[in-house]
């Protein structure tokens, strides 16, 4: 495990794809996820979009902006298909294989993180299919899951980029189903598929993330971090660590401003108090187990509203304070990820979207907000 602080960023929408990060790749097709443009496009266009995307989208001139400014560590959202051996899905291990040979030649380590799985963890688009959960209920898919980690350690434990594996992001657990119904937020095109769809246990968590512990310690060396995401509740996690025997391990949680459900964040000082105590609470967690924030951004409410009427340097100030307010809270941990580090520029620059740029970290530091 790295000494130093983590100082990460995400390469978000890159093998896996969320369409309001790239919308021009769902152009002129009714998808709106993964699974749909995978489906809804003839074989060999669907192919050639896919493999010019990721041919183009990132890149080793990114890597060395990314070492340049100052990111020490890249969290590579990587979907089940990855090897290639999940029809009509386009495998991405090619890709992958070169971020590995961008990381090592420009210094930075790479967190592999799988991040969607068969019928998806979570319903929400980043899982792969919008209005779906039902990955869970499928022993043979959990199991395709397990396996396909297990690969990926085989395929690059001797790597001295390699930072570790995260086995599944954003399980989406009852009481966050509860909160957002992401059946509401992302109505499912396939009803018959989507029926049945039900949050991810944390019964059912704990156990899956035992065996996939288990089997990637047994590949993995113990320099190599195996982490965990939270299914969206740090309090939940204290048990499950005290009462096990782990080595190098590591809890991932996640916080968006914008989506953390209170209608009072809507100013900087209560940016600050509410960063403050997330903070307090990752320090806490980490007496029993290191904590990395592996998602955050600096896109918020206050932004959004009121940026019509604001100068740039009212602008730029406020995003300082709240970086070094975010990075502190981070820093009771062990660090953090950036979610993302870039957009396409008709992502951000359309009517109605006013501050989204603040999603692209590579943007955000550009234009003097954010200094890694």
């Known amino acids: 495990m790295m000494k130093e602080k983590i100082k990460g960023v995400n390469l978000g929408a890159w093998l896996v794809l969320e369409k ?17 443009l995978a489906h809804d496009m003839d074989p060999a266009p669907y192919e050639e979009k896919i493999k010019t995307h990721r041919a183009t989208f990132i890149t080793e001139g990114d890597f060395v902006k990314i070492a340049a400014a100052g990111f020490n560590v890249v969290r590579i959202p990587v979907p ?13 291990l090619d890709e992958l294989d070169r971020a590995f040979n961008w ?30 959960c039902k990955w869970a209920q499928h022993p043979e898919e959990v199991e395709f899951v397990l396996d396909v980690l297990s690969r ?18 954003e399980p989406l657990t009852p009481e966050m189903w509860d909160i957002i119904d992401p059946q509401d937020q992302y109505e499912p095109r396939d009803k018959e598929l989507a029926e049945g769809s ?15 512990y288990d089997r990637l310690r047994e590949i993995l060396p113990s320099d190599k971090t195996i982490v965990f995401h939270d299914g969206f509740d740090l309090l939940k996690w204290e048990g499950f660590f005290k009462e096990r025997e782990f080595d190098n391990v590591m809890l991932d949680t996640h916080h968006y401003l914008v989506f953390n459900g209170e209608p009072d964040q809507e100013n900087l000082k209560n940016y600050q108090v509410h960063l403050s105590r997330i903070g307090e609470q990752i320090k806490e967690i980490s ?5 990395v924030a592996g998602e955050w951004c600096l896109f918020n409410q206050h932004i959004a509203k009121n940026k019509p009427n604001m100068t740039d340097d009212e602008v730029t100030d406020f995003y300082n304070e709240l970086w070094q307010a975010s990075v502190d809270a981070w820093n009771k941990g062990d660090g953090y990820f950036y979610w993302t580090y870039k957009l396409l ?10 501050g989204k740029d603040a999603w692209d970290v590579s943007r955000a530091i550009a234009r003097g907000w954010a200094k890694v």
């Not at 990060?21 to 097709?29: A, G, H, I, S, Y």
């Open 20 to 36: 309001w990060m790239t919308p021009r790749l769902f152009d002129r097709t009714p998808s709106d996820d993964e699974y749909c």
């Open 80 to 92: 089940y298909f990855i090897f290639g051996d999940r029809k009509p899905f386009i495998g991405c």
């Open 103 to 132: 990381a090592r030649a420009y210094g930075l380590e790479v967190l592999i993180d799988l991040h969607t799985a068969p019928c998806s963890q979570n319903a929400f688009d980043n899982g792969g299919i919008s209005g779906v």
């Open 152 to 169: 990926l350690a085989e395929r690059y434990k001797a790597d001295d980029a390699l930072f570790g594996i995260e086995v599944l992001n």
């Open 198 to 212: 039900a949050p991810v246990s944390f019964a059912f968590l704990y156990d899956f993330y035992q065996e996939a």
């Open 287 to 291: 007496n029993y187990v290191p904590v």
């Open 345 to 354: 520029i008709d992502t951000v620059n359309t009517p109605n979207k006013i």
